[in-house]
């Protein structure tokens, strides 16, 4: 999609894949290059906290809004510490399933933080935009944010999109800002908003109720949502492979469609992160590695994964050759 923040998000060509990942424990130093050599994007909650229950979301069905729990600061350290060992210079999004700017003094203080450890790093930030008003959205960029992708969400009863492009113009107005068109096809328009010379901004409007060619678009979110997908997927996937996914409280995942407070995905958390934990050979651990044998090759992937259409590669003859010849070996 045109207007995303991300530029991690389609994978084309043949990306670094190496024996290592399917292989645990790894010595210290093997696991470090790994991770260095294979992390692109860093995706990690600061906060539990989300104001609203999406249809589309696995959050109706769980409780994100009674308490409002913050990452520890000796978690939050530690993963910095580990990202500023290796110079990280890729993406870091300090969004899972919570909305990161609901806190505005919290979630300044910790951009500035990832800020003074990994400044080479692209911070992005998701956001249904509830608090972003243009004092914030200053402050943001002074303290660094790279790409703000924001989204106009339908109210739990459900809106069409009529209603959602409403509501996104009256967004764009009331930050006062100019802007530019990016998208504006049925079921989605997109806007860039300026939002200063080292920041971008971009605003969605999106039906994710929109029927494709193998049902609604919305994703089922490691099938915890009844999305009607029709879809099997043989493709590999790349996420356990070039991402680290860091929930509030330290659990590590697999994808960004695990969600720690779903009872079905509790049996697929590959380890946790404390203040003194080796990050590099938690991300290299046996449970990692298994993850990616499954994920790796041209085979139906078992559940929860067996109707995820996210993060698709290129599906060529020549990829589908190569993640033959490169898989995991028995």
Known sequence: MRGSCSSTSNVSGFPFVDQRHFLSPLAPADARALFKASVVNVEMAISSYCNRRCPYCPNKDVDRRTAHYRMDDGVFLNIMRHLKDIAYSGE????????????RDYALARIRQVRQFIPAAAIIIYTNGDYLDGEYLRLLGEAGIACIAATVHAPPEGANFTTLAAQLGERVRQLGRNWRLVEDRPGLRVVEIEAGPRMRLFYTARD???????????????????????YRRDQPCLQPFTELQVEWDGTLLPCCNIHTDVAAHQ??????????????????????????????????????????????LDDTPAMRQWVERTGARP
């Open 208 to 230: 994710f109720f929109q029927i494709g060619s193998d049902g609604p678009e919305m994703l089922d979110r490691g099938q915890s949502l009844d999305a009607g997908k029709t």
């Open 92 to 103: 870091i999004c300090l969004h899972r399933f919570n909305e990161p700017l609901a806190d």
């Open 267 to 312: 049996a697929h958390f590959l380890g946790r992160v404390a203040a003194e934990t080796d990050l590099f050979a938690e991300w290299t651990n046996a449970a990692y590695a298994a993850w990616r044998r499954t994920l790796f090759s041209n085979r139906l992937k078992p559940s929860p994964c067996t109707s995820c259409d996210h993060a698709l």
